[in-house]
């Protein structure tokens, strides 16, 4: 089985930042894509950035300029750092893996267990 531990979440002001981590663990052979997803109350889910294994990434276009995703590929985590946050960014942050157990099997997807970042003053 495999585990995602998110950390780095919390309270902060307008115009704050905040670095949020996700590291997997367990049987791991290799991991392809890996994201950060956020969903504010009475919204869905929504996907804010992924990366590939090579660290190609895109972003919703809410955080473009504002937010980055970075990976480490030795450690099996991944980053969000967010820059210039806004009440609008108030929601359950959650991550998610793709995950290979051998080197030509199928993907699994794993999900983190969310980390709440509130923006507020």
């Known amino acids: 089985q495999v585990q995602l531990v998110e950390s780095g979440g919390g309270l902060v002001q307008p115009g704050g930042s905040l670095r949020l981590s996700c590291a997997a663990s367990?049987?791991?052979?290799?991991?392809?894509?890996m994201g950060w997803y956020r969903q504010a109350p009475g919204n869905q889910r929504e996907l804010v950035a992924p990366?590939?294994?090579?660290?190609?990434?895109n972003y919703a276009d809410s955080v473009k300029g504002r937010f980055t995703i970075s990976r480490d590929n030795a450690k099996n985590t991944v980053y969000l750092q967010m820059n210039s946050l806004n009440p609008e960014d108030t929601a359950v942050y959650y991550c998610?893996?793709?995950?290979?157990?051998?080197?030509?099997?199928?993907?699994?997807?794993?999900w983190g267990q969310g980390t709440q970042v509130t923006v507020s003053s």
């Open positions: 998610n893996a793709d995950v290979r157990y051998t080197e030509r099997g199928r993907v699994f997807r794993f």
């Open positions: 990366i590939t294994s090579g660290g190609s990434s």
């Open positions: 367990g049987s791991i052979f290799s991991i392809d894509a």
